[in-house]
């Protein structure tokens, strides 16, 4: 902004300060709120405002379910607090309690990637967070590293879920009939194919893909089917990622291997729940890591059973090339992906 922007809505002033963030979702500032009723500055703190045009009814509609959402979800620890929300000027406004740490894409940039028992813990506060929500009956359909927000600078793994904006609820009458849906929405590198199949889909488990899709990337630094809408959707379809280069080989436990084997399966049917998952043998407290052996093997080092001919191929060799690159590269390439479908 180059100039400070002041929005009054009933007995608060807001002020807007830095851009934040800016997507196909909207703007997000930096701003400080205060009470008008009060004669000191003692009311006055920081805040995050996210501003997203609703100059037609139906954009209006969907801001506001939002925001519903959004409220329905203070009690739960890890979501974003929602604080106030109204429209000026042709502009929804949230405004939200402020994330100290960016965002998680923006740590992988200057991480690389994670070391496995941060990822962990990561891991464990989105699972827990997303086991309340499903709980609910709500699904969150865009679960990527862009829509968690870290609580703080010096810390890699607390984190606060936001961007409610494809987030559904069912209904007791949506469960009675199976509780299909068939909105396209979500983000390609991180979206369950069947969104992309137009059969239908149960929300838990596109969540529960997603969720797989993160652990991979915090722990590999690349995205498992990788950034391109169309090549990602043909990848996912056959859970086509692999295991067979650094850090998987030498450096990641079995445990964490299985566990995303077992969230990216085909068959939504096949995944894991929320409670599953912290169930795993990964997310056992009493279960000891295992030493890597750098032998190959005896090591299963792609989800579509690589052969030593495929090894020989040109694309293999494209593979091995990429492998040299460093890791950041391929996060990298998330940046351009911040707009959902």
């Known amino acids: ?19 934040i963030n800016r997507g196909a979702f909207g703007t997000v500032y930096e701003a400080h709120c205060r009470k ?12 995050a405002v996210k501003i997203v045009n609703v100059h037609d009814t139906n954009r209006k509609n969907d ?39 960016g965002d998680v894409l923006d740590r992988l940039m200057e ?4 070391r496995e028992k941060d990822a962990k813990k990561l891991a464990r506060n989105l699972i827990t967070t997303i086991r309340a929500l499903h709980n609910r009956g709500i699904v969150h359909r865009d679960l990527k590293p862009e829509n968690l927000l870290l609580k703080e600078k010096n810390d890699d793994t607390k984190i606060m879920l936001c961007d409610f904006g494809d987030a559904y609820k069912f209904s007791a009458e949506d469960i009675e009939e199976d509780d299909k849906l068939y909105t396209v929405c979500g983000t390609p590198a991180f979206m369950a194919p069947e969104i992309l199949q137009r059969n239908g889909y149960r929300g838990k488990e596109v969540d529960m893909w997603s969720i797989g899709c993160i652990i991979f990337l915090l722990i590999g630094g690349y995205a498992p089917f990788g950034y ?6 043909e990848r996912s379809c056959k859970a086509d ?18 566990l995303i084997s077992k969230l990216l ?14 169930n795993s043998r990964w997310f056992c407290p009493s279960s000891t890591r295992e030493i890597k052996k750098k032998a190959s ?9 690589l052969s030593s001919k495929m090894l020989k191929t040109q694309q293999s060799q494209k593979a091995l090339f990429q492998q040299r690159k460093h890791p950041s590269i391929a996060v990298g390439r998330a940046l351009n992906n911040r707009q959902r479908i």
């Not at 809505?9 to 807007?16: A, S």
């Not at 008008?36 to 805040?47: C, F, G, T, Y």
């Not at 093997?297 to 059973?305: E, G, M, P, W, Y």
């Open 1 to 19: 902004m180059n100039h400070q922007q002041i929005i009054e809505h009933h007995n608060h002033l807001y002020t807007l300060k830095d851009e």
């Open 36 to 47: 008008l009723n009060k004669r000191s500055d003692e009311e006055k703190k920081i805040v």
């Open 63 to 101: 801001a506001l379910y939002e925001a519903q959402i959004q409220r329905q979800l203070r009690s739960i620890p890890n979501v974003i607090h929602l604080f106030d929300f109204f429209v000026y000027d042709g502009k929804a406004h949230f405004v939200q309690q402020l994330a100290y740490g």
């Open 111 to 114: 991480k690389k990637r994670y």
């Open 228 to 233: 391109d809408q169309k090549r990602a959707f």
């Open 241 to 258: 990622y692999q295991f067979g280069r650094n850090p998987w080989i030498t450096e990641v436990s079995s445990n964490a291997m299985n």
């Open 265 to 278: 399966k085909v068959d939504p049917i096949d995944r894991l729940t929320a409670s599953e998952t912290l």
């Open 297 to 305: 093997s005896s090591l299963n080092i792609s989800a579509t059973a």
